[in-house]
């Protein structure tokens, strides 16, 4: 690192998360390329996370578009969160695939069960639309309820 912490009680050679505030600031206004890397690379890391919103309330105090390094951190921030939501919505169309196929019920026959349509059902499992944390739990109920029914069955 080439910049220099002065009057606060960190390191540049810290974890970025230890750092307070100034800290950061004084690496956003006054470091280079290589001075950045640990703030973006955890900004990455939790996209949400204290070091992400720390360099969001200090990028918000500033006029927009003040210098170049404000813009990079900016869409360092909104380029992370865009990546982890598309993630998320992967992640949650996987598993009502999943909850669907573990069924053994057709798409038309399992949206019937927790009440929705086929349509809606298809947009869930392909991740188009995410679904609401209540309609999640709906569709994980029926699943644990035909899993608990058919391995009674089969007793």
């Known amino acids: 690192m080439t910049v220099k912490f002065r009057n606060v009680d960190a390191s540049?050679?810290?974890?970025?998360?230890?750092w307070?505030?100034?800290?950061?600031?004084t690496v956003i206004e006054r470091g280079l390329v290589p001075d950045w890397k640990p703030v973006l690379d955890e900004i990455r890391r939790?996209?949400?996370?204290?070091v992400a919103r720390r360099v969001e309330r200090y990028l918000s105090s500033r006029a927009p578009d003040a210098d170049r390094a404000g813009t990079l951190f900016a869409l360092a921030i909104e380029n992370a969160r865009r990546k982890e939501e598309l993630a998320d919505r992967s992640e949650v169309a996987e598993r009502v695939r999943k909850a669907v196929?573990?069924?053994?019920?057709?798409?038309?026959?399992f949206a019937n069960l927790i009440g929705t349509s086929a349509s809606r059902l298809s947009t869930y499992r392909s991740g188009k639309v995410v679904p609401s944390a209540a309609m999640l739990i709906r569709?994980?109920?029926?699943?644990a309820r035909i899993a608990s029914e058919s391995a009674e069955h089969e007793s």
């Open 101 to 109: 196929a573990s069924t053994g019920l057709t798409n038309a026959e």
């Open 12 to 18: 540049p050679d810290d974890d970025v998360q230890t």
């Open 46 to 50: 939790s996209p949400w996370g204290s």
């Open 139 to 143: 569709i994980e109920r029926a699943t």
């Open 20 to 25: 307070p505030f100034e800290a950061l600031v």
